[in-house]
């Protein structure tokens, strides 16, 4: 079981006319903000194939704009339904399993499990771990890091017998600077060996990605590479900008960037990105594949609903290769 | 003569298929930016009833974006008349009325006249005082306090024969912090007895009003207390959002809040309400109630326009009392 | 040949009922951000009359985010065909052609060839300079001034034998403040005489122009002195939001304001200057005018796109007199 | 009973050699950060003329940082004996004594008693009152204004009929600004007829006082007008720089400003006030006189210790004069 | 071998008339600013029993400002030879020993080695751990965490099994926060168990700890607890003045604080402390005790040089106890 | 005439046990602070050789904190005789001759007239120009550039035909950021062919020259280029300190740096330099040079009085190009 599905994951071909690598899906936002009676906004979510159809962890702010994620199910990864309430955790590797608020979920099948990655508060975001055989039980496990960190995403496989973690380590505000990280684990308890992994761009070469990254979704195996779609932002005089780009990393250590997009891949342009609770936001969460190599990638959109957006597996890695910064 | 009308105020029922506490009237925004010849934007504005119908007290910043304050009429507290010329301030309880801007103005009726307070600009933002009997004179008074304040808001009737007043101290930016105090007056130009109210939220808790608070519509009496709309701020990392929520705080001494919404009631969610010159911006500034408790909440959006929105008064508090923070 | 054209300049007429001095082309905006295969947005660019036509000087951002100009013609000046490279240039009065990026051309032609002036990378931004016969081949010059300058925006003639350039000092960020000053050459290489020419506005007198201002247009000579479109700053709490306005300058010696319009001509109010990669951005670079006193000016909506609004000289004159600062 | 002494106040001609107006006791200074046995800090403290010596209100900081104000005895006004215990107010006219912390206490005996004000913290720093007559019970009053304020200074009598305070109206933190302001009362309980008084220069005038200024000792009434010395800030790259000055307020009404010093009277410059908790700072908060104009100013030195300062007042009030803003 | 020594430490009795728990040595500054022929100052040191005398870890910056840290050995700990070269790393169990910078180092025994943390520069600071066995070769460790981190403090010996390190969550500049966390190893490779152990207080309770804590000295077994020097930030108006207090944690679970100093047991006072490199700064790295309760602190001055203050333990934890936050 | 003196300029050897590259004059400060009457401070000021003996230009601060440049002169270039009226400009090559203020001149002979830079406040600091032949008339020019600049230094000599200038293009306020760059002058009024010249510092390399450096000295001729003494800055948690360092730039092209002190020369160390208005400030204005290789170098110390520091020449190449970053 993996991000590849046998089963049917989302698809459109590109729209006539278009030269994009990547296309938005024509019903987008697939979520909207009010898609549970106490949501405020559901955005920056994250899906796996599970069973015959499709489950996800989907970051639902409420009313009182309390950060929460909440368990959903899918047969065709478009139509969601998602729990009125958030996920309660149990006691996986330890006790201590406080949680001040939880967001920006992501969820992979690693061996035996799912396993899902968040921010979490305590004592400000670090990256709340926990795993779950069914999406009905959550075992929460100890934090992987000390605050403060946001947008931790693990790889969907062991590397050299050990778990391994992308994460952005920040500060305990609208961080301002932020690059991607890699660490390992023997136990999903301590961490290590951690490494830098990309770094913001120079605004000369890439301004989009010039004041900080994030990994976003999990990565995907391909020959070529770790294939991860990230978010990369750029501040302008009104406000952070979040754009959608890709990269390759090397499979054995991930740490080698083989390729990084220079363009984006997707920046927002229309409304359901432009306007909402945080302006000019596209997020990736989550990318699932079939064996056509067909990708549909989870997005929030505006820090407010959920948007999907569609590409060719062979086309993308092509274009990266050909657009390396 | 007050804040609860005898006559008809503007209604519509619950949109089908709704379970809001607040919904919006369906023809929003009920004055728009360039209603009187001279404006660039006309938000942040105060109704009451008055005579057979309804008198204001508008916002309208002109296109040098010089804010002032102008007088209007309506029947029915939809369509309204506003004058092209702002109010001009005669002497009332000081000669000292300068004045270099004034904004965001409430309106009152108490004892045997019409009150408005505002955001006067007296080397710095402070609250100005005004009274009138007809909406045609007005007559200015001492500032209330000392700059920087903003967001007075009087309560409708002498408590303990005292005028009470709510204010936010501020500084003199976009000031990025701001609770709600209740200060005395025996006469309208000298106050004191100056108490804290409601503080900003912790973020866990109600993280749309952490970053400050400020009172809205001048408080209507029920019998479970003052009932007052308020807004409250989160400082996004694209900006300032501004949402709507209410309180009740205790008749004989309102420095108690009895009840506080822990989820806004309205927030930035329509395009009128999330573009604009200030994007995600709902600012309430008046509230009226008919016999049948009916409330009408008048509300600036996107400091751009005004927009109205309703509730039952007695549906909010059983709410409001099940959802207190 | 010069910013006044014989031939056929854009026009329509004021829209019915509308009393605006300033209004927009019915079909806004003219050039959309994807109008060339590599782009992420146009704005902010500058045209002229070129033989039996119009060229231009777009300013093109990629995907990559990298601000660079690119040379286009139109028969209309509504129509664009705009080059998929940019402009390359050789050397011109020095071997010294270095530039990270170039953004916010003008052009204009004075006595024997065009000119553009943009803001020049070099160590952060300055002001590059460049002259052209045909607009294919381009002559890049020394840069006109040290770091850090934007908005550098030439006379189309000499006076008193000298050229002329207004330009706006700033620092090497989102500079939160701005006036236009004008400086001298006898040869377009050494810059002196440096002069203040307008200052940033009290918040009190006119607030759209309080945090910075900066020149737009290439000046019209009229009788009555330089008329020039420029643009203003307003620091809300939701970020900057930059509108237009026109101003007279002394025709023998520019420093000197003859007037200074208080209101604004124009402000984001549509859709397209609301919302965008920095919302809230009208930007004017360029305007031409026919003999029939009709004025185009070209302007850049949000980061985004260009769009075009009309005004009549005679009129705007009046007007502007009527509503100097 | 007043500022002005029939006994023997401190007292030291000018030094030999010197010109100043203004010249040090050769001694300071005379109250050491360690005079009391929990003190961190000894300074910002007032003195008055008591019985046939001194009493005094000091701020000493503990060594938790805690700031609180302290009675104190003196003979000679230069030798005191502080208390070990701080102030412990009863309730004067009002029950709410609430007080987070006290500092930068001012003493002035008006009518029957001796009042004292002080910055107390109440959800911020604000003017707390007590008054006293006998400096061993204190009774607490209602703080006169909302949070932010600072540096209430009391004039030494009503003025037409009403008491008379000056007051800074600051922010929540290191106040970058900062201008002073009077208010009048009828009952030391409620306060209104807010008038600006004096504001910072401007940088080029008088760079000393361009960031923020305070008032400092209880004004001294003279032929002249009122007489009161001051402190003013200049931001530095290396932090907030305060300075003494002293100006002349119209008896009558004391919002004019009849003489303000452009020079300053007393700087930073021995190292017991260019060294310290913080460094730079000379801080008046209480002057006494003499029958023969001698003027003993006490001031706190780099927020460590106490020193005092002497002047003639004939020749001060000359000096002014002739060397106004 | 252990922070006990057998042999003699530094120590002179409290000066006389001082009733202080911890004194200054009476000839501080023990090692001056150009101790080695390159540095521009050292401090923020660690030393341990050696031998038949001691060794430490000096940070010394030299003068191109570049920080790094040497080697050096006293048989008194007061004289000290610093090696002239800084300390030359192998690898210990990684090949992975980038290193930007190290400053502010600690040093401990545990069961067979002596173990170093130092703030360690890999693309920002965080904690370096290296062993050694003489001092003379150094063998450096993976990181402990990710960036940002500084003040990692091991414990002397394994708790429950495991490696135990305290340490300060930061940011990329000069942090304006920071609390002491506590995180475990099974090998001092992976690290996990993250548990938040002291904050900073609030402002109102001990001001001098109001900013940022950190730890300091490796913590001291004692039969109530480990005994641990700290570091506290306030940030005054003219930068961060830093002091010292110490804590009690629990044997068992240090994430447990039984006591914690309410004042201060040092302040910068003195000149060496209150000039410097960065003024006001008291930072205790070392501790070390012999078997009669004396106990030496090693702290830096003013980012300049290393001073020693000492305390009596027995005395040091009756007065802990009794002056509790 | 140049800054090498026939004559004898101050000098002492390196005090013996020194191996410093760098030493000072054992009786500094040279000037103290009140050394004319209305001065509150005197620094960053420049000598030259003048007739029989010396002339200098020099910033006195008044006690308005009014800053100025006066001229002096001296026999011995140690003991000044200031006049205690500031410098009174007619017209140069310019009747516009505006300053707000006038701070940190330089001074240089060229051909056949002084020629004075200083900061010249124009809305803001710019570089002013005047020339003078006996340093009793003084003829001030165009200002160099644009406001905002700092640091103007002119080369003794033009430079291929040409004025050559280096400065330290600014923001408008405590620059946090700052790069040496130079431009060229046919006739010292239009100025152009600007080239960056030296940047700050990597932290890791060279961490006192990481934030801003600034030219100091007139360059002085050498065989081995243009040998100039230079300030650098960190930003420290507790402001900006400023030191010393020295670059010998290519004589036909001085846009091109051959060698750059890594190490500073001189550092804040001494009392008079930790301790004054601005703490821990070397900042160097001039240096002289006799036939000897002799080099004094004068020297602001924290903005408060004037230093004198020595090297020999051949030592100080020798060193630089041994210790160049």
New interface residues.
């Given amino acids: 079981m993996s991000n590849t599905n046998k089963t049917k994951i989302p698809w459109e071909p590109r729209p006539e006319g278009s ?1 994009d690598i990547m296309w938005r899906y024509s019903k987008n936002p697939i979520i909207g ?1 009010y898609s549970i ?2 949501s ?1 906004s559901i955005f920056n979510s994250a899906v796996v194939p599970f069973k015959d159809g499709f489950a996800g962890v989907f970051r639902c ?7 929460n994620i909440f368990a959903g199910f899918s047969k065709d990864a478009i139509n969601w339904e998602i729990n009125h309430e958030p996920i309660e955790m149990k006691a996986g590797n ?1 006790e ?1 399993i406080e949680s ?2 939880k967001y920006d979920p992501r969820v992979t099948w690693i061996e035996d499990r799912y396993w899902i990655t968040w921010c979490n ?4 975001p ?1 990256i709340g771990i926990a795993y779950t055989f069914d999406f009905k039980e959550f075992f929460q496990c ?8 946001r947008n931790g995403v693990l790889f969907p496989e062991k590397i050299n017998g050990k778990y391994a973690m992308l ?1 952005r ?1 920040s ?2 505000g ?1 961080t301002p ?1 932020g ?1 991607i ?1 890699i ?5 999903m ?8 992994v990309m ?1 913001v761009s120079p605004f ?5 990605q010039c004041t900080k990254i994030g990994a976003g979704s999990v990565p995907i195996r391909t020959k070529d590479g770790w294939l991860m779609f990230y978010h990369g932002v ?8 979040y754009s959608m780009g890709v990269a390759l990393l090397d499979l054995e250590d991930p740490s080698k960037v083989l390729y990084r997009s ?3 891949l997707l ?3 229309e ?1 359901y990105e ?7 936001v596209v997020f990736p969460c989550a990318a699932i594949k079939d064996d056509e190599g067909h990708i549909a990638v989870y997005y929030g959109a505006a ?1 407010t609903s959920v948007g999907v957006a569609f590409c060719q597996q062979d086309e993308l890695i092509e274009w990266l290769k050909n657009n390396s910064l």
Same sequence: chains 1, 2, 3, 4, 5, 6.
């Fill in positions: 030269k903000r009676p106490t405020n702010d409420n009313k009182a704009v309390q950060m330890t201590m001040d608020y508060g305590y004592h400000g670090t100890e934090n992987a890091f000390l605050p403060f960190n994460s380590p500060d305990n609208h600077f690059d990280y660490s390992y684990s023997p136990d308890k301590y961490w290590g060996e951690h490494r830098c770094k000369e070469d890439s301004a989009w750029i501040n302008t005089c009104n406000g952070f900008r220079k363009p984006y920046a927002p342009a409304t432009m306007q909402g609770d945080v302006p000019n820090d």
